[in-house]
């Protein structure tokens, strides 16, 4: 979340290519900078679970070093080389009037993701139950239990 409030998510566009997506027919979701959280759409759920503060395993942590030394590389190739016509963006869900334009253009995770609302489709199982774990800790003031938290080796846990 910015200090202004809006739910910032430009990596969940390449969630699809992680190892455990779930096949060769998942989309590509769009990149999310949703400016007002008062008009979130019922087809987008955000589950938090808690901070991470430090990678568990040191593979990991490997990795993301060695992510980051790229990202900062090729960013100063772009500073020194590019040009602002180098600088391009796709479509960013930004919100509810560039959902409704990217499903009457046809935009596939749009299209799919309305027909999902129109025909009743039901979340999963397992979304269903965490948003409700999510909303009883609301309603009782308390800090809602983590997922995360009992997978060994990703919160730093044994």
């Not at 910015?2 to 699809?16: C, I, R």
């Amino acid at each position: 979340m910015t200090a202004f409030g809006e739910l910032v998510d430009l990596s969940v566009e390449v969630l699809h290519r992680h190892p455990a997506a779930g096949g060769p027919d998942d989309l590509p979701n769009l990149p999310l900078w949703w400016t007002d959280p008062g008009t979130w759409p019922p087809v987008i759920r955000y589950l938090p679970d808690t901070e991470v503060h430090d990678l568990g395993d040191p593979e990991d942590a490997i990795d993301l070093r060695l992510f980051e030394r790229q990202v900062m590389a090729r960013l100063a190739g772009m500073l020194r080389d590019g040009t602002v016509d180098d600088v391009t963006f796709g479509p960013i869900l930004d919100g509810l009037d560039t959902l409704n334009a990217m499903t009457k253009a046809g935009a596939p995770w749009a299209s799919r993701a309305f027909l999902m609302q129109r025909h009743g489709v039901p979340l999963p199982p397992w979304v269903r139950a965490r948003e409700a774990e999510l909303m009883n800790a609301w309603a009782s003031r308390r800090s809602p239990t983590s997922r995360l938290g009992d997978v060994p080796g990703v919160l730093g846990t044994s």
